[in-house]
């Protein structure tokens, strides 16, 4: 049988210390997420916390990570059909469609 990849981790927000079970790829994703927002793990735990409605803090986290990743993809997305794109993905297109 496996072991569980979920790891309980100590936080403080507000003033206070409470604990959070997260996988490594959430915890690395929420700290990635802090530092482009240039802001602390704990503010940013802190505003998810106080934005919840129902569930607990680490389902809430998992939540507000996963939404994160979408609007990512969203925007990658909206920047490939607006040809907004890297250059490597612009030539490539140019190649495919000179192909053609």
Do not use: C
């Not at 793990?41 to 389902?59: K, T």
Request: no cysteine.
């Amino acid at each position: 049988m496996m072991k569980s990849m979920v790891i309980k981790r100590s936080i403080m927000i507000v003033g206070r210390k409470t604990s959070v079970s997260l996988e490594d790829a959430f915890w690395s994703s929420l700290k990635e997420i802090a530092k482009k927002y240039k802001t602390s793990l704990s503010g940013i735990v802190a505003d998810i916390d106080s934005r919840r409605h129902y569930g607990n803090l680490s389902s809430a986290i998992r939540l507000f990570v996963l939404e994160q990743a979408r609007e990512q993809i969203l925007s990658t997305a909206y920047q490939v059909g607006t040809g907004l794109t890297a250059p490597r993905l612009s030539q490539d297109r140019e190649q495919s469609q000179s192909r053609k």
